[in-house]
């Protein structure tokens, strides 16, 4: 994050507070109004006390007598006045708070609108704590100082009257008085801009201690059963204390700011008393001026002090604008056509010279191409690390190839609207990942799905079973709170979710994995007999079981992000010594065993295992 | 819509219902950094309130007595006193500057580390929370149990918990000053208030509710918000981002809702305490007046009286403000108690523990039955069982028969409902928790890793691992070359929750990981269902030379696993069905039979 100037800090504080003057300018009216109420009141208060006891109190007591009327005269004003003070008091509270929230529910929801925008590579840079901090604590910070503001712009008029009146009493003690002024510019040049980088700091701080605990709660499971807790509590606590410091730091700063800001008013009446009490001693002007005006420089502090409450916000508020925008000005959303996708049936899959590498890294896909007639089933088949996943990512536009291109129905994928992509294709995960909702929920993932239709899916994917042994059924609670579903139950329940949509390209990424055999043998059967009907999808499978292998009309065969071989399983078998290898793998384990009933011995790389493991080209951060 | 409710979630309820000042005594005791220094930051406050207190009535009076006689009488002023008197009261103010800027900075430090340490206790006890308590409470809720709700109490402890006390000081002095100048009119005075002190303290129990309301919404939001980046993903996949947005959506505004509402009761606090101080003195100026007529009381008394009430009101304003305040880091430290009142149900021994000495491990189930709490159902029914030290189990069985319970229960991440787990002889509940994660490591399925190296990824198992060591690691599992092909070898960084990876790859380095710790009771969940054939069979050739010294249990999604392991448990139902060596249990009639058929037909061998 660049570093401001000091005369960056502030414009950008002001510019931010214009936002929220523009975005909510009818509740900050309000909240203006009430505070220039509750300043006008108060004021008021002491004059109205002043003017009773000059009129009704000291006459009754002259008098020895009083009236009835005088009285309740006397306490009917004070009461009105008050009256007046708290609606002042209420509605500027209410609706600053008002203001501040709802600008907060706003930022809020254009930061997470962000999250759901942003390509997955952008996803995979930003911790998820530190995007839980944009949205709550650097948005809270952005708008810290709505709070006060309406105070500080009600209260502006009183300084400018009060202001005036000094200047029309006495030009001389009042250019001393108004030292003031160019003393808490000063003072708030050096404020902003020693604060200004330790707010940040702070703030980035906080980011990180939030980005520490949801990864260690994230990775409760392995830190529990390697027993590594309290080295999870010595990083965290590393986090907290540098949080600590940072804070420590940016209180040393502020602990000052506050009484200085408060003591300069104080110094400044003081001052003119002394110029004033000269003038005083020269005839240059009455002890009745004199006396006005260090009345009117008191009414002067108050509203340097609710200006001073705005101020001491804005560094962080600025940090917090910065961090904020950062997220909202990211670019790299997918960019979306306006094609549809409307034939029906199967799709038709053709991939392009598809080439891709994750940001910064080296390429993952090299000129993959190949093409799937509709209603056919495809196997992608390779060693792990190979890029399949990568490849489905790109199949159904999670991600865009660098170059080469993905044709659904002849479309370019990128060509396609908004929307439509997902509605045709569906890519079921290696890893399945549950939405904190109902299993209907789960499975609609909010579209208007007829139960009848969500229970046909759950019975193509083998899942009806358990979801009826389930408490609730359909209404069982699952995802990270709820239902402990294992992980076959989970895959089974992902897969459901996309045979609802009724894809017409199904990519299944090794989705069946801890499926028992039999039961994924169903599923893949049924998926065979709905594309016999050609109501069915166009399949692309990623798989290790042969079994699986087999049912497919044709195999890809990759090795290192690029198509090595393509054709049948039974001619891959005989043509590719690498595809053959990995298919084979646990027969030939098999026979060895049984040509060696002795256990094998120590073997770290066992001879015979020629082919590598594939560099995982996956494999790259920025 | 219902949920399946546990018995073991966050208790809530404890910091809940128990009374507010309660609530904030044990606060407090859990950051002892509080108390540091606690008189000398007093002392401060107190110079620094009343240096604020003194300044304006100071000046006021060198204004009038400076002025005296100048204003009608035509006298002259007397300069010497008012210079006299702008210095002693510049003085003061510096004085006063001074005492704020040093309270200042003795209150953030106290408060900051008494916050840091109230979080890292926080984090440490939902660590020691069992698995199943964890997942009872979505994740970016509980990351704001140590964050933003702590946060919440950092505003009351930097100024309103010394606020109230000074206020409490300066009341108790206008009260006597009062009662000093008119005892009747000072009971008055009392009896006004005291309806609004009656009524402000039902309305902090609404507001304290109200702002728990808060801290609970804020919780949910998090909740969604993590949900729409960690299933980003899914949501893309899906087109599910309507979906996800409205959720989010709902959260955020129900949080602005609550914050609405809290806010509205706070706004009405003021405005009562306004016109109740307004009736204050209206009837201090009637009663006083009446009083004066009748000749109970002097005109300078009276004027007096009217400006002590003013002194009287001011803290009363401040006690306003700092108690809602104060229910504001009531709500943060309920929700931080809530975490600690929750007692781990899978708790560790500690020092009362034993410690097992390290070698070949034997394992005995003692008739462990094990359902989940509420309507779950029992998973796992009589277990009898040994694990003879030394030998290589593999579990086979459906998914949903039990497979994954006995093996959290093997590794004490659950405790069973009923019988008894032993490790060499002793109970597992005995023993201590370092030395079990030291002899006992599993593997789960779903290898979560850390955004942060390869290397460092692998030495969580074993933090003392030098780098020849890990590579060593990845040579001795046949994973070499997978290792030497990666651009940065060991120093890849691996993304967020390792998603750089494919979920292959996650499980490749999830078994370094277990195999670098060295345990001597080695569970294996799954552990690689999710790699290819042949660099699975090499994976699984290495173990069975490395875990001869070693016990093992695998969970085998593959029954190739099955084949090579001494000896096969085969689950159904939650119930041991079958046991023995792969070539006896495939030669009799049963589910092993079946599944073996099944495999054989669709999995590995055509």
């Known amino acids: ?622 | 819509m219902t949920t399946l409710t546990t018995a073991t979630t966050i208790d809530e309820a404890t910091a809940r219902t128990e009374g507010a000042l309660r609530t904030v005594r044990r606060g407090l005791a859990l950051s002892p950094e509080f108390r540091a220094g606690l008189a000398g930051t007093m002392l401060l406050a107190l110079i620094a309130t009343v240096g604020r207190l003194v300044v304006p009535v100071a000046i006021q009076q060198t204004v009038d007595k400076g002025m005296r006689g100048a204003g009608s009488a035509g006298g002259a002023p007397d300069i010497g006193f008012i210079r006299n008197a702008v210095l002693i009261c510049a003085v003061v103010v510096v004085i006063t500057a001074l005492s704020a800027y040093a309270m200042n900075v003795r209150l953030y430090r106290t408060t900051e580390a008494g916050l840091a340490t109230l979080r890292i206790t926080a984090f440490r006890h939902v660590h020691d929370l069992s698995m199943l308590t964890q997942s009872s409470e979505r994740r970016g809720a509980l990351v704001a149990r140590v964050t933003s709700d702590v946060d919440q109490i950092s505003q009351f402890m930097q100024w309103g918990g010394l606020m109230i006390i000074v206020s409490i000081g300066q009341l108790v002095v206008a009260s006597v000053l009062m009662a000093i100048y008119s005892w009747p009119l000072a009971l008055m005075v009392w009896l006004i208030f005291l309806p609004f002190a009656f009524g402000l303290r039902r309305l902090q129990r609404v507001i304290s509710r109200a702002y728990t309301g808060v801290r609970e919404r804020v919780g949910d939001m998090l909740a969604a918000i993590s949900e729409s980046v960690v299933g980003a993903a899914a949501i893309r996949a899906y087109g599910a981002e309507e979906r996800t947005e409205r959720r989010v959506d709902e959260t955020v505004e129900r949080y602005r809702k609550a914050q609405t509402r809290a806010q509205g009761l706070v706004a009405m606090t003021f405005p009562s305490s306004e016109l109740i101080a307004a009736i204050a003195i209206a009837a201090v100026v009637v009663v006083g007046t009446l009083m004066g007529v009748a000749g109970h009381l002097s005109a300078g008394k009276l004027i007096a009286f009217m400006f002590l009430v003013t002194l009287f009101i001011g803290p009363m304003q401040v006690a306003t403000e700092v108690l809602n305040e104060a229910q504001n880091a009531i709500a943060g430290w309920r929700r931080v108690l809530g975490v600690l009142d929750t007692t781990p149900d899978v708790a560790d021994p500690g020092q009362d523990g034993v410690e097992l000495p390290r070698g070949p491990t034997e394992v005995r189930f003692d008739d462990v039955s094990f359902a989940y709490p509420g309507d779950g159902g029992t998973v796992l029914h009589h277990v009898d069982l040994t694990i003879a030290p030394r030998s290589r189990i593999a579990i086979v069985g459906e998914t949903g028969s039990g497979k994954t319970t006995f093996s959290k229960l093997l590794t004490r991440l659950m405790d069973p409902s009923s019988g008894r787990i032993l490790i060499d002889g002793v109970p597992l509940r005995d023993v201590r928790f370092s030395s079990l994660r030291e002899r006992v490591v599993m593997v789960p399925q779903d290898g979560f890793l850390f955004d942060a190296t390869l290397a460092a990824n692998v030495r969580y198992g074993r933090p003392s691992a030098t780098d020849a060591e890990l590579a060593a690691a990845f040579t001795e599992l046949g994973l070499a070359d997978w290792l030497n092909g990666l651009p940065r070898g060991l120093d890849t960084r691996v993304g967020q929750r390792g998603e750089s990876l494919s979920a292959g790859e996650r499980q490749l380095v999830a078994l370094a990981r277990a195999y670098i710790a060295d345990p001597d009771l080695l569970v294996l969940d799954e552990a690689t269902s999710a790699v290819d054939p042949a660099t699975e069979v090499r994976i699984q050739r290495a173990l069975d030379g490395l875990t001869r010294g070693r016990t093992a249990v695998t969970i085998a999604h593959r029954l190739s696993t099955a084949e090579t392991a001494d000896e096969v448990l085969v689950f159904d139902r939650g119930r041991i069905v079958q046991r023995g060596p792969h070539r006896a249990l495939v030669a009799e009639p049963g589910v092993y039979q079946r599944l073996y058929a099944s495999w054989s037909a669709h999995g590995g061998i055509a």
């Open chain 1, 1 to 622: 994050m660049s570093q401001r100037v000091t005369s960056d800090i502030l414009r950008a504080g002001l510019r931010v507070l214009w936002v929220a003057i523009r975005t909510e300018p009818r509740v900050f009216a309000v909240a203006v109004v009430g505070s220039g109420l509750y300043a006008a009141a108060t004021v008021g208060t002491a004059w109205v006390l002043g003017r009773i006891t000059q009129n009704v109190v000291l006459p009754a007591f002259a008098a020895g007598r009083t009236t009835a009327g005088a009285l309740g005269g006397a306490a009917l004003v004070i009461v009105a006045v008050a009256v007046l003070k708290a609606l002042g008091v209420a509605g500027r509270r209410f609706y600053a708070g008002l203001m501040q929230y709802r600008l907060q529910a706003t930022y809020r929801r254009a930061v997470t609108r962000q999250y759901l925008e942003l390509p997955l590579a952008w996803h995979h840079r930003h911790p998820t704590g530190q995007l839980l901090s944009n949205a709550n604590a650097d948005v809270e910070a952005i708008w810290a100082p709505i709070a006060p503001l309406p105070m500080a712009v009600g209260v502006v008029l009183m300084l400018f009257i009060a202001a005036a009146a000094i200047l029309a009493t006495d030009l001389l003690v009042a250019l001393v008085g108004f030292l003031v002024f160019p003393a808490i510019a000063v003072l708030n040049v050096v404020y902003q801009r020693r604060l200004g980088p330790i707010a940040a700091r702070a703030q980035q701080l906080r980011a990180e201690v939030s980005e520490v605990a949801h990864e260690s709660f994230e990775g409760g499971l392995v830190i529990k059963t390697l027993g590594r807790e309290q080295e999870e509590t010595d990083r965290f606590a590393t986090s907290a204390r540098r949080l600590r410091d940072a804070n420590v730091s940016v209180g040393k700063i502020r602990g000052l700011f506050d009484p200085v800001l408060e003591a300069l008013p104080n110094l400044g009446v003081l001052a003119a008393l002394l110029v004033g009490s000269i003038r005083l001693e020269h005839g240059a002007m009455t002890a009745g001026d004199l006396i006005q005006v260090t009345y009117l420089f008191t009414l002067l502090a108050w509203p340097i002090r609710a200006l001073g409450w705005v101020l001491a916000e804005t560094p962080r508020s600025v940090v917090g604008w910065d961090r904020v925008r950062g997220v909202l000005d990211a670019r790299g959303s997918l960019p979306y056509g306006a094609a549809a996708l409307t034939e029906p049936g199967p799709a038709r899959l053709e991939v392009r010279d598809v080439r891709f590498g994750h940001a910064g890294g080296p390429p993952v896909l090299h000129d993959v191409g190949f093409v799937v007639e509709p209603g056919r089933t495809v196997a992608i088949v390779g060693p792990t690390g190979a890029g399949k996943s990568t490849l489905a990512g790109v199949l159904v536009r999670l991600v865009d190839p660098d170059s080469g291109a993905v044709l659904i129905d002849g479309v370019d994928a990128r060509a396609a609207g908004r929307g439509e992509v997902p509605r045709v294709a569906s890519l079921v995960a290696q890893e399945t990942f549950l939405f904190d909702d109902t299993v209907r929920g789960n499975v609609t993932l909010g579209l208007d799905i007829p139960d009848e239709q969500v229970w046909t899916a759950l019975r193509r994917a083998q899942a009806d079973g358990f979801v009826t042994e389930l408490p609730a059924g359909l209404d069982t609670r699952i995802g990270e709170r709820g239902a402990t579903l294992s992980g076959g139950q989970r895959q089974r329940l992902a897969l459901a979710r996309a045979l609802v949509r009724r894809p017409r390209l199904l990519v299944l990424d090794d989705a069946t994995s801890s499926v028992d055999p039999r039961v994924e043998a169903r599923i893949l059967r049924g998926l065979r007999e709905a594309q016999a009907t050609g109501s069915g999808s166009t399949v692309i499978v990623i798989a290790y079981r042969k079994a699986t292998i087999a049912l497919a009309d044709e195999v890809v065969y990759m090795e290192h992000g690029r198509i090595v071989d393509q054709g049948t399983h039974a001619e891959l078998l005989t043509r590719s010594a690498g595809y053959r290898h990995l298919v084979t793998a646990y027969e030939r384990a098999e026979s060895e065993r049984a040509a060696r009933p002795e256990r094998p011995g120590r073997s770290g790389q066992a001879a015979g295992e020629a082919e590598s493991v594939d560099a995982g080209e996956e494999a790259m951060a920025p």
